[in-house]
């Protein structure tokens, strides 16, 4: 997974990688390569790209995910550019999913 063009982490023959202080990412990673943000802030906007690879090396699938991070008190507003209006999210945690070439993106809210 990378954030606007920088590495984040990764997952290879399920051992986890971290490029960036795994603290300050506030992220993890799940065998099947779902990406799991927790206590979303404003600077955790961005372009988010998944990159999977088969067995072999060979390029399987990349997508890039933009997550728009807005409001004050780590709430989370989806701009969608269907709707005319956005509501905010209290502690949200947005989690990504590529399986068969579909990226899936969750957002959950522990209250």
């Known amino acids: 997974w990378l954030r606007d063009r920088k590495r984040l982490l990764q997952i290879k023959d399920k051992t986890v990688k971290y490029y960036v ?6 992220c993890k990673i799940f065998l099947n390569g779902t990406l799991q943000i927790e206590r979303v802030v404003k600077e955790d906007s961005g372009k988010y790209t998944v ?3 088969q067995e072999d090396g060979k390029l399987n699938a990349e997508e ?3 997550f ?3 409001g004050e008190r780590n709430h989370l507003r989806h701009a969608c ?7 905010p999210v209290p502690q949200p945690i947005l989690s990504g999913e590529c399986m068969n070439k ?3 993106v ?3 809210v522990k209250q």
């Open 81 to 87: 550019p269907l709707s005319s209006f956005s509501e």
């Open 51 to 53: 990159t999977v690879y």
């Open 21 to 26: 202080n795994k603290d300050q990412c506030r």
């Open 68 to 70: 728009i991070i807005q």
């Open 102 to 104: 579909t990226v899936s």
């Open 64 to 66: 890039d995910i933009m």
């Open 106 to 108: 969750t957002c959950e």
